[in-house]
């Protein structure tokens, strides 16, 4: 069946680092890619999303590139803030499939 | 602030309780969506509706249930709850619930089952 396999983590970065957080995906068709991210305690919120293959989905200095020939669908953002420290989510929407979720720790 | 909310935001009952959360989706939104999310199993969708009727169903054990009624607000039913079920549980909602839409989640209810 289809899934989504996200880098585990917990990741841990000091302030303006590069930051990657992997995903890659098995589905069927061409399935629409989301980013969503959850602040503590609070519910999850869409990050980015991209609907077909080579198209860049970006917001917050965060962005992803859906690439159909790797099936991933990797999270980047150039500088990282203290701000920025959330559990990221992967997502398919083939059966709304969520990956493990990876918290992200930005220290000053 | 999504524009979902849910009710109670946390829960405490016993096992073999039965209990009822409740959602309502964006103002517009046609579509609800129910997930648990756990340490164990991570984010896991239960089930959708739209417009009152069932479009897809999740990982939704028999003891739950679900409705959606005709002000679009939606109830998840938990029912005989074990310890297992205590978890975080979205309502989740979108405009028509079509596969490239955004889902917007509420904050969620935590259930914690003694």
């Known amino acids: 069946g289809d899934s989504v396999t996200q880098m585990e983590g917990p990741v841990t970065l000091s302030e303006e680092a590069f930051l990657t957080i992997n995903c890659t995906y098995t589905?069927?068709?061409?399935?629409?890619l989301f980013w969503y991210v959850q602040y503590p305690g609070e519910g999850l919120q869409l990050l980015l999303k991209?609907?077909?293959?080579?198209d860049k989905g970006s917001n917050k200095g965060f962005e992803a590139t859906y690439r159909k020939e790797t099936t991933s669908f990797h999270l980047e953002k150039g500088s990282v803030q203290v701000s920025d420290s959330a559990v990221y989510f992967c997502?398919?929407?083939?059966?709304?499939?969520f990956g493990a979720g990876t918290r992200l720790t930005v220290k000053p | 602030d999504s524009g979902v909310t849910q009710t109670p935001k946390h829960l405490i009952t016993a096992t073999g309780q039965r209990v009822t959360l409740r959602c309502s989706p964006r103002?517009?939104?046609?579509?609800v969506y129910w997930y648990q999310q756990s340490l164990d199993q991570g984010l896991q969708f239960l089930i959708q509706?739209?417009?009152?009727?069932?479009?897809a169903k999740g990982n939704i054990l028999e003891r739950f249930s679900a409705q959606q009624f005709p002000d679009l607000h939606s109830e998840l039913n938990l029912s005989s709850l074990e310890l297992g079920d205590s978890a975080l549980y979205f309502c989740?909602?979108?405009?028509?619930?079509?596969?490239?839409?955004?889902?917007?989640f509420g904050p969620g209810t935590r259930l914690l089952v003694l």
């Open positions: 989740a909602s979108s405009v028509e619930g079509g596969r490239e839409e955004t889902q917007y």
């Open positions: 589905a069927t068709g061409y399935p629409s």
């Open positions: 991209a609907t077909k293959a080579d």
């Open positions: 997502a398919l929407n083939n059966d709304m499939r």
């Open positions: 103002s517009g939104d046609l579509s």
């Open positions: 509706y739209y417009n009152g009727e069932e479009r």
